[in-house]
Each structure stands twice: as structure tokens, then as C-alpha cells.
């Protein structure tokens, strides 16, 4: 019998950008994404009615840059991200352009992957890497 650890993960209690500049994070993620922040002293800013994370997976950078550039180099021109979010979207071209408009620029825009996610990336303030989404068999759970 396989003895479970006690430190075994049981889902993902938080998760969040450790900011430097606190303005660009809170337009993004609480002007563009219309996440409905709550904030404490010292400028803290959460949430808990965002559903949790679906996924959760140690992207090997060579295949973040292969989804992002078509190499699996990442660019020496753009900052070599440390981490990755998804938001999923109901429509991805809509939420893309939306925030291009606010000045936000675009790895990939509206990309249909062979495994069915449409997906735009770009880099945010703090450096993540992260994705505007429709992915269908999260939805089915619905």
C-alpha cells in the first residue's frame, strides 16, 4: 500500500502576480478582466469569487515559446516569463481586441490550437505570461 504524503496538494487555494507597480496590475486584471477586487491596507487587493484554477502544469518554457513565437526560443527581446495564467473568455477575438486597444501587445492573437482552445497570449506588467482563452471541455462541466 502506497502511503499518501502529508504534504499532498489538494487544489489551488490561491494564486496571484507579486506586483512592483500596483496601478498597471489593477487596470488589467480589475479594469480589463473586470475581476471584482476587494482591498485591504496596504493596497492588497482579492478576490474569491473567481472560480479556481482547471489546470495546473510546469509549461516547459520551449513549448510556451513554441505556442507564442513557432520557435522553441524564446525571444531575447521580450521578457522570459516566470509564470503563466489563463482567463477564459466568451468570445477571444472580442477580449483580444479589447485589450489591444488599451495598449496591451499580442504574442499570438486568436490562435485556434489543434486541441481545440482558441487562445491570444501577451506579457502583463508583472511579467506573466498570460492567456485570453475559450476552451471547450472546461465548459462542458458546466
Known amino acids: 500500500m502506497e502511503k499518501i504524503p502529508v504534504t499532498t496538494a489538494l487544489f489551488i487555494a490561491g494564486f496571484g502576480p507579486i506586483v512592483t507597480e500596483a496601478q498597471p496590475s489593477r ?53 522570459i516569463p516566470q509564470a503563466w495564467i489563463e482567463f477564459d473568455v466568451d468570445d477571444v477575438e472580442a477580449a483580444t481586441a479589447e485589450l489591444e486597444s488599451q495598449g496591451y501587445r499580442m504574442l499570438v492573437t486568436n490562435r485556434n490550437e489543434p486541441w481545440g482552445q482558441t487562445v491570444s497570449r501577451f506579457i502583463g506588467p508583472e511579467g506573466l505570461l498570460i492567456g485570453i482563452t475559450y476552451t471547450p471541455w472546461l465548459r462542458d462541466k458546466e
Open 27 to 79: 487596470d488589467l486584471y480589475g479594469r480589463a478582466f473586470g475581476i471584482p477586487f476587494k482591498e485591504e491596507n496596504g493596497g492588497y487587493l482579492h478576490t474569491e469569487s473567481l472560480n479556481g484554477a482547471n489546470s495546473f502544469a510546469l509549461w516547459p518554457l520551449s513549448h510556451a515559446s513554441q505556442s507564442c513565437f513557432g520557435t522553441e526560443s524564446w525571444p531575447p527581446d521580450v521578457p
